[in-house]
């Protein structure tokens, strides 16, 4: 079966290992980074969303205009905008893209950023919200005939867009998280099923619960993604020695940032898991590393896979076997890692793939 990569688009320089070298918004860093994704192998780039950061839509818009066929995964909170309005947009940026475009659903895992923007709902409120926004999102891209929607958080009455995705029926929707209601929304309602990375046990279960989850509502498991930070080098000696003077340089960034490290216990249940990872040990399975998920106090997608490109590519091919088609990746020098993961691992993975996929059609 096909395997798909997912890598970051950025609009400045700046990860937790480097301070940005100007403003949030360096538009030739943002088409550089996109054509490094294109030019190198990747399949799907993020915009990521952040209460205080650049709009990430009309940044979709622009790296449109400068890429010709990588695919643009918009993140959207549903507090920001009605669900029909971000309909248009996400249907708008569909047709400038020629049919890239997809959406990631974020329901918010920090209250306070919530609250940056005026949003004060609980969890899992916010998740029964969620599940309302992507409902009516998907109606609004596919219904032709004007429609009414009553909720708990939306009432729409007689609505109907004069603009459609290019994508039929519609384009693909991802979610995550790692709850129980996390489970029963992105079950019932995704397409894509993202995770953090965690050791192969703890992957597996949390598949586990997926599966529940779409048994209940009577729908196909989502396809399954999963995120990881590489640090490759040719040898594994050296691999290591990355690794260890990159968790100097996050401890040498974090220094100057007092509110890099989350305080206390983080409030998301994916970030708990990793934390569980972290309690059991630094190395876990063929290369994940969870030494910078413990300096961040489990902040988001900090496991790392460390080695040489053939470990790294193993160690994926792993979360392949459990049933994952779609790889995420960002290293910690976002442009040179994306190349490097490009050229190094990605063609490895690709070609294992193909050759299963060859030796079962033979068989």
Known sequence: MPVEFLGIAGTNDASEVTTRTGGSLDLDYTKRLARAHEDNG??????????????????????????????????????????????????TLDQISGGRFEVHFITGGSTADQAAEGDYLDKDSRYERTREYIQIVKQAWTSHDRFDYDGKYYQIKAFVSDIFPVQQPRPRVSFGGSSAAAYAVGAAESDIYALWGEPLAGTKEQIASIDA???????????????????????????????????????????????????????????????????????????????????????????????????????????????????????????????????????????????????????
């Open 42 to 91: 990747w399949d799907r780039i993020l915009f990521a969303y952040h209460s205080g950061s650049p709009d990430p839509a009309p940044v979709a818009a622009f790296v449109a205009a400068h890429t010709e066929r990588i695919n643009l995964v918009l993140a959207q909170r549903p507090n920001v905008s009605a669900p029909t309005y971000a309909a248009k947009t996400f249907a």
């Open 213 to 363: 989850a779409a048994a209940t509502a009577g729908k196909p498991r989502p396809t399954l993604q999963v995120a990881f930070r590489p640090i490759i080098a040719p040898t594994e000696e050296l691999a290591w020695e990355k690794a260890e003077r990159i968790l100097g340089r996050i401890k040498d960034h974090a220094a100057g940032r007092p509110t890099f490290r989350r305080s206390g216990s983080p409030e998301n249940a994916g970030s708990q898991r990793l934390l569980a990872a972290v309690a059991e040990g630094e190395r876990h399975d063929r290369a994940l590393w969870t030494a910078p998920t413990g300096l961040t106090g489990g902040g988001g997608n900090s496991t790392a896979l460390v080695g040489t490109p053939e470990t790294v590519a193993a160690a994926l091919l792993d979360y392949y076997d459990l049933g994952v088609r779609i790889l995420s990746a960002r290293g910690y020098d976002i442009l040179d890692d994306a190349i490097d993961f490009g050229r190094y691992v990605i063609p490895l993975v690709r070609d294992e793939v193909a050759r299963r996929d060859r030796a079962t059609a033979a068989a």
